[in-house]
């Protein structure tokens, strides 16, 4: 779907877009092998071909800071690409916005538990970054991203961030992650499943009070599977929207 894309060129929405592929313009190279585009002027489509040369290069490279651009609503576009090298990624805190107690990820073949006091610290978190070129989440627009970058300023990798929470929308599927999961029928272990955030929480103050590491685990446990399973769901999400497009405009 990133070769099809034009939304993330400045000026082209996605009705402009809609009606490129309508005219059959359905890709980077069926735009520059047209010599005119209907409803672009010739001083705009130079200027396009050269934005369009740069994406294409962009993806020689594997350069997934270029598509940026991208709208948060579309970053999914981009999934497919950069599947590989993604990082999906959840974090609990001490209250909703309060400190990061547990912050989880998954590459794709491993998971990674950073652990408040422990290890949560800046090297680490540049660590497991390193190399990435798409953060996947869920609510992190809103939430996991801003707390990181209060308590690490300027350590969030310049890469597009795909929030799944806004494509599910578009598919029908509103609410918590957990409910989600259960809608797609993803189904979680018998230690965690009915856990919510809140839970973690007061998992957390259990084991700073007690010290009992059977509350840190769970909140591990629980962090796990969150981020596990943000991969089926970007998956369930690519699939789900770029067949929705193809069957709409034959691309």
Not at 13 to 29: A, F, K, R, V, Y
Request: proline share 4%.
């Amino acid at each position: 779907m990133i070769h099809n894309s034009f939304i993330f060129l400045e000026r082209i929405g996605p009705i402009t877009e809609q009606n490129l592929w309508s005219q059959g313009i359905s890709d980077w190279n069926s735009f520059l092998d047209s010599r005119i585009v209907k409803g672009f002027s010739v001083v705009r489509k130079k200027y396009y071909d050269k934005r369009l040369i740069e994406a294409k290069k962009a993806v020689r490279d594997y350069d997934s800071s270029f598509f940026i651009s991208f709208p948060p609503s579309e970053v999914w576009r981009t999934y497919d690409f950069f599947r590989d090298d993604a990082l999906f990624l959840d974090i609990e805190t001490s209250g909703y916005y309060g400190d990061i107690t547990v912050l989880g990820c998954y590459d794709g073949d491993r998971t990674f538990t950073l652990v408040k006091d422990r290890s949560l610290t800046k090297r680490n978190l540049q660590q497991l970054f390193l190399g990435k070129k798409l953060i996947v989440t869920f609510n992190g627009a809103s939430f996991d991203l801003p707390v990181i970058d209060r308590y690490f300023p300027g350590i969030l990798p310049d890469v597009p961030h795909l929030d799944l929470r806004f494509p599910l929308a578009r598919l029908g599927l509103s609410g918590g992650l957990k409910q989600i999961e259960k809608d797609v029928g993803i189904s979680r272990s018998a230690i965690v499943d009915g856990m919510r955030g809140e839970d973690a929480v007061a998992l957390w103050h259990d084991y700073l009070l007690t010290g009992n590491p059977d509350s840190l685990d769970r909140i591990v446990a629980y962090n796990e599977e969150d981020v596990l399973n943000l991969r089926p769901l970007a998956d369930f999400v690519f699939k789900s929207l770029s067949r929705r497009l193809k069957s709409s405009f034959g691309l």
